[in-house]
């Protein structure tokens, strides 16, 4: 009776330590599918960076740096070699070797479902080299590839656990990161437990994370003032004071990947043919009405950055000579007058219901009524809006994207000719011709150059006037350490612990 | 009394069938196409399109789209999740409780409140007793959920750090937690139930007080006491009981908009991401679980009025 009390004392103290280093963190929705090769959300991207470990991984500065490999050589522009770390396992005690590696990126790419296959479609095959070297033979060469691998799709699983579940996987995940998948209660929590096997162990200090999806900003806020999570991973611009004033509380501010835009439908049906959306003048005009500035002021505090590219502040190929041209008024009343339409000028602008997008397209409304374009809002529920913009059923559609690592991935299918995310059908061979030089040339200063001649074009053009840079604003107790801010706005546990 | 009952039970089952045609079908209304919801950033790449269409029966027509849901239930098989791939049963038995639990709690506050000030306030008709339950209960009527929730979470949790601000701990886990974490929500929601609670109690005593058997009652000398609680209140709760029950209905389908203020992981919370998400099969099958509950407690209100008047007993 005695060792038993003992005992019962010591799983007690021992389930206390546990929780002194449990991290909590509020995501701002439930994530989808726990699956690497089906997910699709940001905040699940949150949760892998716990779980799954990547081949590669970005720094600070949207270098690729190596995770689960330890280098890569590029032998010829289409054959990729890379080379594994020894030792590494995943959570259920199996090697983390080439074959594994092989297995992983054919799934991304075969699985049925797979949301990884044209993140990948620019790889022709795999072979297994020796038990730590892959080779990843591509169709062309394709410089944005290796940033793929340091998202999901170079997440490795388990080849016994993976096909063992088939397409359940996602209900038991097992990767080789340094937290294992413990339970998942939808719309409430999803719990990970240290990883004892972890590769790079010393690094890890915390024994649990717990992740809460709780969707309403101020009572995530709320959340944290009152200790009942220790990480927020998104704060609203405007209630950035608030964590401030706080001295419990710290904020963490990066530069974004994506971007907010305007999307203009140039060319699909007949929602075409109004004024504004068949004439580049009138959409310079438009810009030239805009106080970005101003915008970001009064909507977001003025913390978000004012922008006139689809490429974050922070990426490489970010080109600081692309800005956004001050207010005008003056100015684009002349190009209407030039255009000889008649003012003023109809535009129907679908905006997600959001009461902050909502805002800023009522402030848009505003600036653009004084230079003689009467803007009609349409707010409507996201997944409608999405519907009619495949359809072409929109003039002018406000619409951010998350924004990937590497350039490409905000660009080329928005604005290539028959770009999959292209729904305005805008094109441009200029255009075109830029998006594919810079894909297949590996040299950084030849694609910044591509890249130059890209805005060249799209300026003119304007086929999506580009607001803002949004940021990453996370917010956390103060007793959180060794949090590293990081652009693409994932959480990284790695040295992180809770002070006593 | 058994015939009766019977024969109710057998009526649930065409009930059931037209809601469950009905929920399918008002979902078809619904602008937004999910494939292209599921699909995500991926929206653009047809092939994904096509491939979600083919695996979730997207691509075959209504009928048959219906025919092959209502087959799966009739096994007991409710299908997954489009979203999180978890079967639908798994969630529904996850959520079943947190749902029961919080309206099983705000259901008990709003009686306590609602029916104790609805005979206070009839029977200290017009006077100043009367007006106070009043005011509360307008009061109470008048005040959206999610603002009292908010108000309340910053007082109660972030001013005074008494109670978490939000979550869910299951009672099984710990219940002192449990009860921590839903005794806000289960006021907020009790709160509005309350009010009307107690405007129905007011009117149906006032009805019951104005009746010969109580001027009788009081003729023969019994206390107060006994004639408002023994005689009129039995005969006023006939209606109570209906609403009683109407509004735990309501309860049991979710509550929206305070499972989301307080981020408590029940069948409101549910069913709106699912909205949100055009993940179908969640939403029929919460709504068909949530109408079964309906009807139940319908049927057991139906109960009710025969154990409090037994007038109806030999009907």
Partial sequence: MRRLLLATACTALLAQAAGAQTLRVALREDADILDPTLARTYVGRIVFTAMCDKLFDINEKLEIVPQLATGYELTDPTTLVIRLRAGVKFHD????????????????????????????????????VDPLTVRIVLKTPSSPFVAQLADRSGMIVSPKAAEAAGKDFGLRPVCAGPFQFKERVPQDRIVLDRFPGYWNADAIKLERVVYQPIPDSSIRLANLQAGSVDLVEYILPTDVDAVKKNARLRLSVTDYLGYQGMTFNVANGPRSKAPITSDARLRQAFELSLDRDALVQVV???????????????????????????????????????????????VQMTVPNNPDLRQAAEVIQSMAAEA????????????????????????????????????????????HTGGALNTGKYSNPAVDKALDDARLTADPAKRRADYAALWQAVRQDLPIIYLWTQKNIAGMSAKVEGF????????????????K | MRGHLAGRLLQVIPTILVVSILVFALQQLMPGDPAVVLAGEERGDPVVLAQIRAELWLDRSLPVQYLHWIGGVLRGDLGFSWRIRQPIVELVLTKLPVTLQLAGMAFVIAMCIGVPAG??????????????????????????????????????????????????????????????TTIMPAFVLGNAIAAILMRHTRSAMLTALDQDYVRTAR?????????????????????????????????????????????????????????????????QGVVLVTAGLFILLNLLADVLYVVINPRLRTA
Avoid: C
């Fill in chain 1, 372 to 415: 003689g374009f009467d803007v009609k809002i349409t707010a409507s529920e996201f997944a409608s809006a999405l519907e009619a913009e495949a359809r072409g059923d929109y003039e002018v559609f406000v619409i951010a994207w998350s924004g990937r690592v590497d350039p490409d991935g905000n660009l080329y299918s928005f604005m």
């Fill in chain 2, 119 to 180: 005979i206070l306030s009839a029977t200290y008709r017009n006077r100043p007793l009367d007006y106070i339950a009043n005011l509360i209960g307008l009061a109470g009527l008048s005040t959206p959920n999610f603002w009292l929730g908010i108000m309340l979470i910053l007082l109660v949790s972030v001013q005074l750090g008494w109670l978490p601000p939000s979550g869910y701990v299951p009672l099984a886990e710990d219940w002192r937690q449990s009860l921590a």
């Fill in chain 1, 93 to 128: 005690g199996t090697d983390l070797d080439a074959a594994a590696v092989k297995y992983s990126l054919e799934r991304h790419v075969t699985l049925q479902g797979s949301f990884r296959r044209s993140e990948l479609n620019a790889m022709d095959r795999v072979e297994v």
């Fill in chain 2, 219 to 283: 003729a023969k000398g019994l206390r107060e006491r006994t004639v408002v609680l023994r005689h009129a209140f039995r005969n006023a709760l006939v209606p109570v009981v209906t609403l009683g029950a109407l509004e735990l209905g309501t309860l049991l389908s979710g509550a929206v908009l305070t499972e989301q203020v307080f981020s408590i992981p029940g069948f409101g919370k549910l069913v709106v991401d699912a909205v949100f998400n055009r993940d179908y099969p969640v939403v």
């Fill in chain 1, 484 to 499: 590293r801010p990081m652009p693409d706005g994932m959480i990284r546990l790695q040295g992180v612990s809770l002070a």
């Fill in chain 1, 300 to 346: 977001y505090a003025g913390l978000y950055t004012p922008t006139a590219q689809g490429v974050s502040p922070s990426s490489p190929y970010f080109i600081a000579e692309v800005k956004p041209p001050a207010r005008d008024v003056a100015k684009a009343k002349a190009l209407l007058k030039a255009a000889g339409v008649t003012l003023p000028v109809p």
